[in-house]
């Protein structure tokens, strides 16, 4: 065997180091004309087509370009060669006319047109072509071309499996990516309905096709859930038996099924449903389908179903991978936010039980209507509860959510009355939804006027009915359209049904104790009279001197009650993503500042993934540059791949960064035997430390609500605490909490006072008592305003509206 030519072996050379086929075509043509004088090279590659043979260029040099069309593979030039012949073929230019090599644009006359095939294990594989201008080419020119022909074919060739398989790792790649968003999306939320809504519409948008369905086990039934796309053979809601459709067979199987033929028996079963249609409602037959199961915990819960797959194409074993793949995140989904529907419902049912027990429990009405619009929040997703009660078929607003008592004059209020007379007329459920694709004139006017005052976009309002005839109505408003599902609203049918009972009985006991007031009244009326005068005078005397002091005399008036020490900043630092704590920097009580390393996470991994993807980002950036270069048609999708590794590596060095716990404030180390969490594991998102900043707190005074009204921002407060008994701590109250508290069946409000505590005097949790300066009123107003509105409202709740 001779030894290859010096030209050869650096031709070798930088083969060697470009891996991509357009380049390699590029440095051989550059090669062929540095090897002949005043020419030009194209190099061509024989591709099998849809249509046969194909010539496509992949690389040239010299004064030529490619025109409008490729090079025929049927052209009487190259005929010859694809026949079999090894040999070389050469034209001259005379011999050739214009039209036969009408595939590139040159400026001169040729002088020669010379084909000489490269081929690898016998078979030839492309074509390299040669213009010469100034003179045919000669036999040393042919022969200086043999060691060049033969690298072409196996350097072309391995440069193209070797992008074949970069794509194959791009498209796998691609795909994890896919899968991941795909989980990420699905896991956003836990209501089980949008999952079951998303589930087609995101499977769909990374395996094309004309429809995507959701089927799940209704019983025995194979039931359609969801659906993404255009299918006319099925629609919402039908319901598969195994001898009715391939799907339900296939899930009874348990195995996944992939059919690619549009003639068989089970998809022209199928299609038969098409045939009731008109031309109009018809969609495309369904050709090719691919179904696989659902999992969960070694149970089938139902399957994911493709039809039709896009571009032309159908499903083939690696889409029916993929789509198991997917299966298994939708699988993932829908066991978890089942999970979450189940326990909703049990904490529905438990809401309810503990509503009940408060609804039997008094026979007050105003405590009993407090009770039915505040105690369900807890589970029922409104805004707004209010109950009306019927007098003589006209409703009254009795009760709102949040308000002890309804207040005179708010404007939120008025249009709530204004709703509840309206109501007066329904006599049946009212539900009514503003969408955004519906507009306010499809609701009675009267409701879309309370929603465009209020803001609320969803009104349930239910009668409450006994065999007496309505009590009243009950109520719910968000500014959710949708925030009351279905098991909600069965609770809400429960409730009102028990709130119409506990109702009617507190109505009908208020009138009996009336007897039972009066009567000692009148017996200590008949003893008065029976006095004598100068006794009676007395007493006459010392009831106006006592009723000149309560009348006249000023008194300061103040508002007692419990004061707790808050603090004003409270952080949790938690792990930013999952990994151990490798060492703990503070300890418990410790003053730290703000951006003070508290501990450190494991990071070796994640430094290692830094390096890897740090690796593939600059060998990414290489074949970029290359591909540039060479003016590759490569060059787009390398540019793709490297935005992609840049993101990547941000990523990564994001993580890196983040293994240090850092404090976001000044304050102190809060959390017990910090210490100890040295060598723990967590888990995204879980605690690793707290940070408690003490320079200022908030001292809450709990305020009751029939006091709640007098107290103002503004207002003097003086606070003394169990811990310092000796000491007073004076502020000014800041804000009085639009939000109660229950406190032993009590409704409490929280006026909040802020104090300076800049040598950390005070700490968390510390109790007293507080007390709340509103001025100066008259004696009798402070001594006997609590008796006289007991008083008040209980005569009230006796006597009447």
Same mark, same amino acid.
């Not at 490729?70 to 050469?90: I, Q, T």
């Given at each position: 065997?001779?030894?290859?030519?010096?030209?050869?072996?650096?031709?070798?050379?930088?083969?060697?180091?470009?891996?991509? !086929?357009?380049?390699?075509?590029?440095?051989?043509?550059?090669?062929?004309?540095?090897?002949?004088?005043?020419?030009?090279?194209?190099?061509?590659?024989?591709?099998?087509?849809?249509?046969?043979?194909?010539?496509?260029?992949?690389?040239?040099?010299?004064?030529?370009?490619?025109?409008?069309?490729?090079?025929?593979?049927?052209?009487?030039?190259?005929?010859?060669?694809?026949?079999?012949?090894?040999?070389?073929?050469?034209?001259?230019?005379?011999?050739?006319?214009?039209?036969?090599?009408?595939?590139?644009?040159?400026?001169?006359?040729?002088?020669?047109? @010379?084909?000489?095939?490269?081929?690898?294990?016998?078979?030839?594989?492309?074509?390299?072509?040669?213009?010469? =201008?100034?003179?045919?080419?000669?036999?040393?020119?042919?022969?200086?071309?043999?060691?060049?022909?033969?690298?072409?074919?196996?350097?072309?060739?391995?440069?193209?499996?070797?992008?074949?398989?970069?794509?194959?790792?791009?498209?796998?790649?691609?795909?994890?990516?896919?899968?991941?968003?795909?989980?990420?999306?699905?896991?956003?939320?836990?209501?089980?309905?949008?999952?079951?809504?998303?589930?087609?519409?995101?499977?769909?948008?990374?395996?094309?096709?004309?429809?995507?369905?959701?089927?799940?086990?209704?019983?025995?039934?194979?039931?359609?859930?969801?659906?993404?796309?255009?299918?006319?053979?099925?629609?919402?809601?039908?319901?598969?038996?195994?001898?009715?459709?391939?799907?339900?067979?296939?899930?009874?199987?348990?195995?996944?099924?992939?059919?690619?033929?549009?003639?068989?028996?089970?998809?022209?079963?199928?299609?038969?449903? #098409?045939?009731?249609? !008109?031309?109009?409602?018809?969609?495309?037959?369904?050709?090719?389908?691919?179904?696989?199961?659902?999992?969960?915990?070694?149970?089938?819960?139902?399957?994911?179903?493709?039809?039709?797959?896009?571009?032309?194409?159908?499903?083939?074993?690696?889409?029916?991978?993929?789509?198991?793949?997917?299966?298994?995140?939708?699988?993932?989904?829908?066991?978890?936010?089942? $999970?979450?529907?189940?326990?909703?419902?049990?904490?529905?049912?438990?809401?309810?039980?503990? @509503?009940?027990?408060?609804?039997?429990?008094? *026979?007050?009405?105003?405590?009993?209507?407090?009770?039915?619009?505040?105690?369900?929040?807890?589970?029922?997703?409104?805004?707004?509860?209010?109950?009306?009660?019927?007098?003589?078929?006209?409703?009254?607003?009795?009760?709102?959510?949040?308000?002890?008592?309804?207040?005179?004059?708010? @404007?939120?209020?008025?249009? $709530?009355?204004?709703?509840?007379? %309206?109501?007066?007329?329904?006599?049946?459920?009212?539900?009514?939804?503003?969408?955004?694709?519906?507009?306010?004139?499809?609701?009675?006017?009267?409701?879309?006027?309370?929603?465009?005052?209020?803001?609320?976009?969803?009104?349930?309002?239910?009668?409450?009915?006994?065999?007496?005839?309505?009590?009243?109505?009950?109520?719910?408003?968000?500014?959710?359209?949708? =925030?009351?599902?279905?098991?909600?609203?069965?609770?809400?049918?429960? *409730?009102?049904?028990?709130?119409? @009972?506990?109702?009617?009985?507190?109505?009908?006991?208020?009138?009996?104790?009336?007897?039972?007031?009066?009567?000692?009244?009148?017996?200590?009326?008949?003893?008065?009279?029976?006095? !004598?005068? !100068?006794?009676?005078?007395?007493?006459?005397?010392?009831?106006?001197?006592?009723?000149?002091?309560? $009348?006249?005399?000023?008194?300061?008036?103040?508002?007692?009650?419990?004061?707790?020490?808050?603090?004003?900043?409270?952080?949790?630092?938690?792990?930013?993503?999952?990994?151990?704590?490798?060492?703990?920097?503070?300890?418990?009580?410790?003053?730290?500042?703000?951006?003070?390393?508290?501990?450190?996470?494991?990071? %070796?991994? %994640?430094?290692?993934?830094?390096?890897?993807?740090?690796?593939?980002?600059?060998?990414?950036?290489?074949?970029?540059?290359?591909?540039?270069?060479?003016?590759?048609?490569?060059?787009?999708?390398?540019?793709?791949?490297?935005?992609?590794?840049?993101?990547?590596?941000?990523?990564?060095?994001?993580?890196?960064?983040?293994?240090? $716990?850092?404090?976001?404030?000044?304050? #102190?180390?809060?959390?017990?035997?910090?210490?100890?969490?040295?060598?723990?594991?967590?888990?995204?998102?879980?605690?690793?430390?707290?940070? #408690?900043?003490?320079?200022?707190?908030?001292?809450?005074?709990?305020?009751?609500?029939?006091?709640?009204?007098?107290?103002?921002?503004?207002?003097?407060?003086?606070?003394?605490?169990?811990?310092?008994?000796?000491?007073? %701590?004076?502020?000014?109250?800041?804000?009085?909490?639009?939000?109660?508290?229950?406190?032993?069946?009590?409704?409490?409000?929280?006026?909040?006072?802020?104090?300076?505590?800049?040598?950390?005097?005070?700490?968390?949790?510390?109790?007293?008592?507080?007390?709340? =300066?509103?001025?100066?009123?008259?004696?009798?107003?402070?001594?006997?305003?609590?008796?006289?509105?007991?008083?008040?409202?209980?005569?009230?709740?006796?006597?009447?509206?």
């Amino acid at each position: 065997m001779s030894m290859p030519s010096r030209p050869a072996l650096e031709l070798t050379n930088e083969l060697l180091t470009a891996t991509d !086929s357009s380049v390699r075509a590029r440095l051989i043509a550059l090669a062929v004309v540095e090897s002949i004088k005043d020419s030009a090279c194209l190099v061509h590659r024989l591709l099998e087509g849809d249509e046969g043979p194909m010539l496509l260029p992949v690389g040239m040099a010299g004064p030529v370009s490619m025109g409008e069309q490729m090079l025929p593979a049927d052209s009487d030039l190259v005929l010859p060669l694809l026949a079999g012949r090894e040999e070389s073929l050469v034209y001259s230019g005379a011999q050739v006319p214009r039209e036969e090599y009408a595939h590139v644009n040159v400026s001169r006359s040729i002088a020669s047109l @010379v084909y000489v095939p490269f081929s690898q294990a016998g078979t030839v594989v492309g074509l390299i072509e040669v213009l010469t =201008f100034a003179e045919p080419i000669t036999a040393a020119e042919l022969e200086r071309l043999a060691d060049l022909v033969t690298l072409a074919g196996p350097a072309i060739l391995a440069a193209e499996e070797f992008e074949r398989q970069r794509q194959d790792l791009l498209d796998s790649v691609h795909r994890m990516t896919q899968l991941y968003d795909l989980e990420k999306s699905l896991n956003a939320t836990l209501e089980l309905d949008a999952v079951i809504a998303m589930a087609p519409a995101k499977t769909s948008a990374m395996l094309e096709c004309q429809a995507m369905h959701l089927w799940l086990f209704d019983g025995d039934e194979l039931r359609l859930m969801a659906a993404h796309g255009e299918d006319a053979t099925v629609e919402i809601g039908a319901i598969q038996t195994p001898d009715e459709g391939y799907v339900a067979t296939m899930a009874h199987e348990g195995e996944p099924l992939l059919i690619d033929d549009a003639e068989d028996p089970r998809l022209l079963q199928r299609n038969t449903a #098409l045939e009731s249609l !008109s031309e109009e409602q018809r969609t495309e037959r369904v050709t090719n389908a691919l179904v696989v199961p659902l999992m969960q915990d070694e149970s089938e819960v139902g399957v994911l179903e493709a039809v039709n797959r896009g571009g032309g194409k159908v499903f083939d074993e690696d889409d029916q991978f993929f789509l198991s793949a997917m299966a298994e995140t939708v699988s993932n989904a829908l066991k978890n936010a089942s $999970l979450m529907h189940a326990e909703r419902k049990l904490e529905i049912l438990e809401a309810l039980v503990h @509503v009940s027990s408060e609804i039997t429990s008094t *026979l007050r009405l105003d405590r009993l209507l407090q009770i039915i619009v505040n105690s369900p929040q807890s589970v029922l997703p409104y805004e707004l509860s209010a109950i009306a009660l019927d007098n003589r078929g006209n409703l009254q607003l009795k009760a709102v959510s949040g308000m002890a008592s309804i207040p005179m004059g708010d @404007v939120q209020v008025d249009r $709530l009355k204004d709703l509840v007379r %309206w109501l007066s007329s329904e006599s049946s459920v009212l539900h009514a939804r503003q969408t955004e694709q519906e507009n306010a004139e499809e609701i009675a006017e009267a409701v879309a006027r309370y929603f465009e005052g209020t803001g609320y976009r969803a009104l349930y309002a239910l009668p409450l009915v006994d065999d007496q005839g309505r009590v009243g109505m009950l109520l719910y408003a968000a500014s959710d359209p949708d =925030f009351l599902d279905a098991a909600q609203m069965e609770m809400v049918k429960i *409730l009102a049904a028990q709130a119409t @009972v506990a109702i009617r009985n507190a109505l009908l006991y208020r009138e009996v104790p009336l007897i039972g007031l009066l009567e000692p009244l009148m017996q200590k009326k008949r003893e008065i009279l029976r006095t !004598s005068g !100068s006794r009676r005078l007395f007493y006459g005397g010392l009831t106006a001197a006592v009723l000149l002091f309560l $009348l006249f005399c000023p008194l300061p008036m103040r508002i007692s009650g419990e004061a707790t020490v808050e603090p004003q900043h409270l952080v949790t630092i938690a792990a930013p993503t999952d990994g151990n704590v490798e060492a703990v920097a503070v300890r418990e009580g410790q003053r730290v500042t703000a951006g003070q390393q508290l501990g450190t996470m494991n990071d %070796w991994q %994640w430094k290692a993934d830094l390096a890897a993807t740090q690796a593939k980002y600059e060998a990414a950036e290489l074949g970029m540059e290359a591909s540039l270069a060479g003016g590759s048609a490569q060059a787009g999708e390398d540019r793709a791949q490297v935005e992609y590794l840049r993101t990547a590596v941000a990523r990564a060095q994001s993580r890196v960064d983040s293994a240090e $716990l850092r404090s976001p404030i000044d304050g #102190l180390v809060a959390t017990p035997a910090l210490q100890s969490a040295a060598g723990e594991h967590l888990n995204a998102g879980d605690p690793f430390a707290k940070v #408690l900043d003490l320079s200022s707190v908030v001292m809450d005074i709990s305020i009751a609500q029939s006091d709640v009204a007098l107290v103002r921002p503004g207002d003097r407060a003086v606070i003394k605490l169990d811990s310092y008994p000796q000491q007073t %701590w004076r502020g000014v109250v800041n804000i009085v909490s639009p939000l109660a508290q229950t406190v032993n069946d009590e409704r409490t409000f929280a006026a909040r006072v802020p104090l300076e505590n800049r040598n950390a005097t005070l700490r968390a949790g510390m109790s007293g008592h507080g007390k709340i =300066f509103i001025g100066y009123r008259s004696a009798g107003y402070v001594l006997l305003r609590k008796p006289a509105l007991w008083i008040w409202q209980t005569l009230w709740n006796w006597i009447g509206w």
